[in-house]
C-alpha cells in the first residue's frame, strides 16, 4: 500500500527485523567447533534393553558455542536413543566456528552420539 503501514510499521523496512547471522558449512569455516564439556546420558530404560547405537545428531552452534534448538533434528536414528541424544546435544558446549576473518560464525554440523553399554 503506497505511502500506508498495512502489514508493517511506518517508516518499517521491507523483512521485519533484517536478516539473521549465516550459517556456515564446515567446509567454509576456517576451524570448526570443539566440544568443550558433555556427554550423552544413557536412558535407564535404553540401558536395561540393552539398546546400543549411534544418533547422528544435526545442529547449528552458534557463534557463541551453544547448540540453536530450532534447528536441532535427527539425521540418524536409534529407536530409544533419540530423545537423549537430542537432549543431551542441547546442553553441550562448544568453542565457536571461527571464520576466514577470524571471527566466530554459527556453523551447521553433524554430530555423532555413541551409546554403548560397558
Do not use: C, N
Request: no cysteine; aromatic share 6%.
Amino acid at each position: 500500500m503506497e505511502g500506508g503501514t498495512v502489514g508493517g510499521l511506518a517508516g518499517g523496512r521491507v523483512g521485519g527485523l533484517g536478516a539473521a547471522p549465516a550459517i556456515f558449512s564446515p567446509r567454509e569455516v576456517m576451524k570448526l567447533p570443539v566440544l568443550l564439556e558433555g556427554k550423552p546420558d544413557y536412558p535407564r530404560r535404553a540401558r536395561e534393553d540393552g539398546i546400543t547405537g549411534v544418533v547422528m545428531v544435526y545442529v547449528v552452534i552458534g557463534a557463541d558455542g551453544r547448540v540453536e534448538p530450532a534447528y536441532t533434528r535427527i539425521q540418524r536414528s536409534v529407536p530409544g536413543l533419540d530423545e537423549a541424544a537430542i537432549e543431551s546435544v542441547s546442553r553441550w558446549r562448544f568453542s565457536p566456528a571461527l571464520g576466514h576473518d577470524g571471527r566466530p560464525v554459527r556453523v551447521k554440523v553433524v554430530i555423532p552420539v555413541k551409546f554403548a553399554l560397558k
